[in-house]
């Protein structure tokens, strides 16, 4: 059997945005096929980023400071990330509250690479 490079199925639809659905199946190895309305599951719609967080975090066996060292950010940014990716799984449950940062904090997270400028503006906002 041959090996086939693997591509991540979109989700949306090119042309108007929709979500698109699995409508067929089949094997490489006999050629059967199967055909019909089959569901995504949760795990399919995660980005590459999102997926390779997952990884990383069940690799380390659920140690948030493994997973910190890993992306090289800073915990709270770790712990930020990984509560949307819970989130997005629908697994989010209670806010547990987030550790607060002061905005020297936020800015040196900017300066060393650590936090996105983006990220950094939605805490700056939070503070004021």
């Known amino acids: 059997?041959?090996?086939?490079?693997?591509?991540?199925?979109?989700?949306?639809?090119?042309?108007?945005?929709?979500?698109?659905?699995t409508t067929r199946l089949g094997c490489h190895s006999c050629g059967t096929e199967l055909a019909g309305d089959f569901g995504r599951c949760g795990f399919c719609d995660l980005d590459e980023a999102e997926t390779e967080l997952l990884r990383v975090f069940?690799?380390?066996?659920?140690?948030?400071?493994?997973?910190?060292?890993?992306?090289?950010?800073?915990?709270?940014?770790?712990r930020g990330r990984f509560t949307q990716l819970l989130g997005k799984l629908g697994l989010a449950g209670?806010?547990?509250?987030?550790?607060?940062?002061?905005?020297?904090?936020?800015?040196?997270?900017?300066?060393?690479?650590?936090?996105?400028?983006?990220?950094?503006?939605?805490?700056?906002a939070k503070l004021d």
């Open 58 to 78: 069940l690799a380390s066996r659920g140690n948030l400071r493994e997973v910190e060292k890993h992306l090289g950010v800073s915990y709270p940014t770790a």
């Open 1 to 21: 059997m041959t090996t086939r490079p693997r591509y991540r199925a979109p989700a949306e639809c090119p042309v108007c945005g929709g979500e698109l659905v």
């Open 94 to 124: 209670e806010a547990e509250p987030t550790p607060a940062l002061t905005r020297d904090q936020v800015l040196a997270e900017v300066a060393s690479g650590a936090l996105a400028p983006r990220e950094a503006a939605g805490l700056l």
